[in-house]
């Protein structure tokens, strides 16, 4: 089974510049969520979608951050403008029905894309 | 406001010695309690997890005590083994449907030694 799959893996840019990550989860699993990590912190949750409806997008910096999931598939998250302490890596991950999909529960991470902001 | 703490950064552990992973919570509407480990480069991976109807859930080598009294669960790894040297994040959330997101605390890293 393929994994979450996410792109580009790492990104620099300068401030006020736009970037956005792309990530695709694993076939079959309605919910997606995106992931803040600051280094020396624990992820941070940023939007949670249901399909193609966001469920919580509380902690997303709505004036920076946009995301989207068209068809209940496929994800972009985008930053514009960066600010410097948007470096972090971005976790996507997916499951198949919330916290309680399958036996145990779990969410499926993608290796992350790192952005490092100059 | 850090709800769930992990207040140790790092430990060190030999090769076939118990590792112990402590983790705090500060809020007790938590009832769902779940363990990541993440290697350098790559997304965390699920270890285990457990409701707050039980006080322990063991898998392999891996158990997990719930203390909700005090608010605190652990991770032992009985044998640690050199690949189990990692980050392991504890994580809680409010029930376990599909609304339910995951609070993460900041990490403790672990390596075992030969």
């Known amino acids: 089974e393929a994994g979450v799959a996410q792109s580009p893996r790492y990104k620099i840019i300068e401030k006020r510049q736009s970037v956005a990550f792309w990530c695709n989860p694993i076939s079959g699993h309605a919910t997606l969520y995106w992931y803040q990590q600051i280094l020396g912190q624990g992820p941070k949750l940023l939007i949670q979608f249901q399909n193609n409806g966001v469920v919580d997008d509380s902690q997303l910096p709505k004036d920076r951050f946009s995301a989207e999931r068209l068809k209940g598939v496929d994800s972009t998250l985008k930053i514009q403008p960066a600010k410097l302490e948007d470096s972090a890596v971005y976790l996507c991950?997916?499951?198949?029905?919330?916290?309680?999909?399958?036996?145990?529960?779990?969410?499926?991470f993608g290796e992350g894309s790192r952005l490092t902001v100059l | 406001d850090q709800q769930v703490k992990q207040n140790s950064p790092s430990l060190s552990v030999q090769e076939g010695r118990i590792s112990i992973l402590n983790c705090d919570y500060t809020?007790?509407?938590?009832?769902?309690f779940l363990w990541y480990k993440k290697y350098p480069a790559e997304g965390p991976t699920f270890l285990i997890s457990i409701s707050s109807i039980k006080d322990k859930n063991e898998d392999g080598r891996f158990t997990v005590f719930l203390n909700k009294s005090a608010k605190h669960l652990s991770l032992h790894i009985v044998p640690s083994q050199p690949g189990d040297s990692a980050v392991y994040f504890c994580?809680?959330?409010?029930?376990?449907?599909?609304?339910?997101?995951?609070?993460f605390g900041t990490g403790t890293r672990l390596q075992v030694t030969l």
């Open positions: 809020n007790s509407m938590f009832d769902y």
């Open positions: 991950a997916s499951s198949f029905r919330g916290l309680a999909g399958g036996n145990t529960g779990e969410l499926f």
């Open positions: 994580a809680a959330s409010v029930g376990a449907g599909t609304a339910s997101k995951l609070t």
